[in-house]
T-cell receptor, first 115, second 112 residues
């Protein structure tokens, strides 16, 4: 299995509080992604990174920010958590999407509940 | 929106082949078809991908029609551990990264 860890694995927080989720990889892959998964929606891309300090928005980026100061770490921050951000969050990595067939490897997920 | 259409659920008997269909009628010439699966509460797992030729690996086979408008993932001898949601994805190449757009997939239930 690819070396991807996510922390925390479970978190309950109150509306309006800031929350940071961490994704850590040991594969030295250049590309990292944050997805959220909700019933009836499959996985939806929030933000992605194509290098240190290089990030871009995905399809559901409102209310989220990201940072990548090191190759191995990709942080997802909810500045002021809302109940609509209750979800399971998955991090993924890939080596090089410029080459055909470079699959993404996913972490174990973080279950976030905003009360 | 996802560019693929899959049945919401399928059943398969243990030991038999599972054939999961996917329609992708608007696929472009340089887009690949990827298959992932997600076992309950785990992160998605890559299975196989292809462009226009049939592909086989240790997990599955991928059959792509000649017009590339549909494909079938084949698990040759399904086991109970193959029970999962299977996602058929057409890779969207934006230049900087290959975004994967997941639909709702097919829930495959392997029955003993």
């Amino acid at each position: 299995d690819a070396g991807i860890t996510q922390s925390p694995r479970h978190k309950v927080t109150e509306t309006g509080t800031p929350v940071t989720l961490r994704c850590h990889q040991t594969e030295n892959h250049r590309y990292m992604y944050w997805y959220r998964q909700d019933p009836g929606h499959g996985l939806r891309l929030i933000h992605y990174s194509y290098g240190v300090k290089d990030t871009d928005k995905g399809e559901v980026s409102d209310g989220y920010s990201v940072s990548r100061s090191k190759t191995e770490d990709f942080l997802l921050t909810l500045e002021s958590a809302t109940s609509s951000q209750t979800s399971v969050y998955f991090c993924a990595i890939s080596e090089s999407p410029g080459l055909a067939g470079r699959e993404q490897y996913f972490g174990p997920g973080t279950r976030l509940t905003v009360t | 929106d996802a560019k693929t259409t899959q049945p919401p659920s399928m059943d398969c008997a243990e030991g038999r082949a599972a054939n999961l269909p996917c329609n992708h009628s608007t696929i472009s010439g340089n887009e690949y078809v990827y298959w992932y699966r997600q076992i309950h509460s785990q992160g998605p797992q890559y299975i196989i991908h292809g462009l226009k030729n049939n592909e086989t690996n240790e997990m599955a086979s991928l059959i792509i029609t000649e017009d590339r408008k549909s494909s079938t993932l084949i698990l040759p001898h399904a086991t109970l551990r193959d029970t999962a949601v299977y996602y058929c994805i057409v890779r969207v190449d934006t230049g900087a990264t290959n975004k994967l757009i997941f639909g709702t997939g097919t829930l495959l239930a392997v029955q003993p």
